[in-house]
C-alpha cells in the first residue's frame, strides 16, 4: 500500500467518522426525543459537519495527520491530532459564537472530543490491520545487500513504516577483504558466488533486494543484480554516504541517468524569525506556568545543597559557548538521593533554561547543547546540528535520547528535525515531550528502567539477524 493511498483511506474513514460523531453528540445532547425548540438547534448544528469535513481535508493534505508519515510511533499520532482537533475545536467554538443563531457549545465541545478518540481508534486500528498483514504473508520479503549505519538504518525504517509492508528477512554481506561484522556474521554463513546467492534468494522467496553499498560497480555485484532481476526478485539501491542522506534530495532525470541534487539543512530568514517569535510567545508562557514549580524546587535544592542554581558552558548557534541554567543537581551519582534522582530522570532540572530561551541564548525545541570537549570532536556532518539554537528539547529526546547517548545517533534525528521544521512540528514535539516525561515517570513508579527507541529497535534487528540467509562472498 503506497502512503498516498493510506493518506486517503484514512482521510475517507475519517470523514466518516465525522458523520457518525455528530450524530452521536446531538444524541449526547437532545437525547431520543427532541421538541420544537431541539430541532431548531440540530438544524443550527448540521452546517458544522461541513465545515468539519473541509477543514479536516485540508488539514490532513498539509499536516501528516495520517499517523505513518516520517514513520509510526503513537506518542507522535496522538500529539498531532491532538493539536490538530484542539485548532479544529477553537474554530468550531469561535463560529458557534459568531453564527446568530443558537448552537449548543457542548454539544460542539462533545463533538470534538468524539472525534479525537475515533481518529486515534481508526489510526490504531490501520496500523494493526497492517501489522496483521504483514504477518499474514502480505508483505515484500526483503534482503538488505551491505553492513554498517546505514544498512542497519534502513532497517530501523523498515521497522517504523509498516504501510510499506516490507519484511526483512535478512542481511548480505559481500566479501571485501574486511572481517565480518558481528551484526551481520552469522555461525551458519556459507561462502558462494552470485549464482548461489540468487538460488537462496529464490529458496527463501525474497521479493526484494535492496543494495547499501559504497561500491554497487563491481561486475560481480551487477551480475548479481542482473541475475535477481531476471528471476523476477525487484532490485533497489541506497544512494551512499551515510553523512548525506539526511538531506533534502531532488531526482533529477538526465537522459536517463539519475542525478540527486543534495540540499543543506537549515532554516530560511523568515522562519527563523516566526521562530523566535514562538519561542518568545509559548516560552513566556510555559515560563509564568512553571513558575511556582521551579521556585519551589528550587528553594529544597537550596535547603538541601545550599545552592539553588548553577551555570554550566555549552556549545549553541555556530558553536558560540553560553551560559546554560539549571538547577543545581549533578547529571550523574550513585549517591544522590531519590529526590535528586527523580529530578534527573524526569528533566525539571531543565526548566530553569526557560530563561535561556527568553534571553536569546536557546530554542524551546532544537538540538540538545553539548559541553565544549564533546563539540571538538564533532565531524563535519555532525556539526550542522549546531546551525540553529539549541533547544531545552528536541525531536532526538522524544525518540528517548538523552546525554549519554552519543552525538552521533542524535545528530541523525537532529537533521531530521531541521528538514521538517515548522511551528507545528515544535508544538507536537513540546507535547511528545510531555508524553515521554510521563512515560519515564511510569516506569520510574514500577520499576522499570528507561529504554530508548534505539535501544528497542537494537533488540528487533539483533531478532531479525538471527534469521540472516547467509554471507554471499565473491568467487
Not at 498531532?80 to 465541545?109: D, E
Amino acid at each position: 500500500m503506497t502512503q498516498r493511498r493510506l493518506s486517503l483511506s484514512i482521510l475517507i474513514v475519517d470523514l466518516a467518522w465525522s458523520a457518525v460523531a455528530i450524530g452521536v453528540a446531538i444524541l449526547l445532547r437532545y437525547g431520543v426525543h427532541w421538541s420544537s425548540l431541539d430541532k431548531a438547534s440540530v438544524a443550527h448544528l448540521l452546517p458544522f459537519l461541513g465545515a468539519v469535513w473541509v477543514i479536516w481535508a485540508l488539514f490532513s493534505f498539509f499536516l501528516p495527520l495520517d499517523g505513518f508519515r516520517g514513520g509510526w510511533r503513537l506518542s507522535a499520532m496522538v500529539s498531532q491530532l491532538l493539536l490538530a482537533v484542539t485548532v479544529l475545536t477553537l474554530i468550531l467554538l469561535s463560529g458557534g459564537y459568531l453564527a446568530r443563531r443558537y448552537v449548543s457549545r457542548l454539544a460542539l465541545v462533545d463533538f470534538c472530543l468524539l472525534l479525537l478518540a475515533g481518529f486515534v481508534l481508526v489510526r490504531a486500528v490501520a496500523y494493526s490491520l497492517l501489522r496483521v498483514r504483514s504477518k499474514n504473508g502480505s508483505a515484500s520479503r526483503v534482503v538488505i545487500v551491505g553492513r554498517g549505519l546505514l544498512a542497519h538504518e534502513l532497517a530501523r525504517k523498515m521497522q517504523s513504516h509498516p504501510e510499506a509492508l516490507c519484511r526483512l528477512i535478512g542481511f548480505l554481506a559481500p566479501d571485501d577483504g574486511t572481517p565480518d561484522s558481528p551484526s551481520v556474521a552469522d555461525s551458519r554463513s556459507v561462502r558462494t558466488g552470485a549464482l548461489g546467492v540468487v538460488e537462496m534468494l529464490t529458496a527463501q522467496q525474497t521479493d526484494e533486494v535492496v543494495f547499501v553499498l559504497e561500491e554497487c560497480g563491481s561486475p560481480d555485484l551487477l551480475n548479481l543484480a542482473a541475475l535477481c532481476r531476471n528471476r523476477g526478485i525487484r532490485v533497489s539501491i541506497v544512494p551512499q554516504f551515510y553523512e548525506l542522506y539526511l538531506s533534502r534530495s531532488h531526482l533529477t532525470d538526465l537522459g536517463g541517468l539519475p542525478v540527486l541534487q543534495l540540499g543543506r539543512p537549515g532554516f530560511s530568514v523568515l522562519a527563523l524569525v516566526g521562530k523566535r517569535l514562538f519561542d518568545l510567545t509559548v516560552g513566556t508562557l510555559l515560563s509564568l506556568a512553571s513558575a511556582p514549580v521551579v521556585l519551589s524546587l528550587a528553594s529544597i535544592v537550596r535547603i538541601v545543597k545550599g545552592k539553588a542554581f548553577r551555570w554550566e558552558t555549552r556549545c549553541g548557534l555556530e558553536g558560540k559557548s553560553f551560559p546554560m541554567l539549571r538547577l543545581n543537581i549533578d547529571r550523574s551519582g550513585d549517591n544522590a538521593s531519590r529526590f535528586e534522582a527523580a529530578l534527573r530522570e524526569l528533566s525539571l532540572t531543565e526548566l530553569p533554561q526557560l530563561w535561556n530561551v527568553l534571553r536569546g541564548d536557546m530554542s524551546l525545541v532544537g538540538p540538545r547543547p553539548e559541553p565544549r570537549d564533546r563539540v571538538c570532536r564533532y565531524s563535519d556532518w555532525q556539526r550542522q546540528r549546531l546551525s540553529v539554537k539549541p533547544g531545552i528539547t528536541g525531536f532526538a529526546q522524544v525518540q528517548g535520547l538523552r546525554e549519554q547517548h552519543s552525538s552521533e545517533e542524535k545528530t541523525r534525528f537532529d537533521l531530521q528535525y531541521l528538514l521538517n521544521y515548522s511551528p507545528w512540528t515544535d508544538l507536537t514535539i513540546l507535547l511528545q515531550t510531555v508524553w515521554t516525561l510521563a512515560t519515564r515517570s511510569k516506569n520510574r513508579r514500577n520499576g522499570v528502567g528507561s529504554i530508548t527507541l534505539d535501544e528497542t529497535v537494537r533488540k528487533g534487528i539483533r531478532q531479525l539477524e538471527q534469521d540472516v540467509l547467509e554471507n554471499a562472498h565473491r568467487p
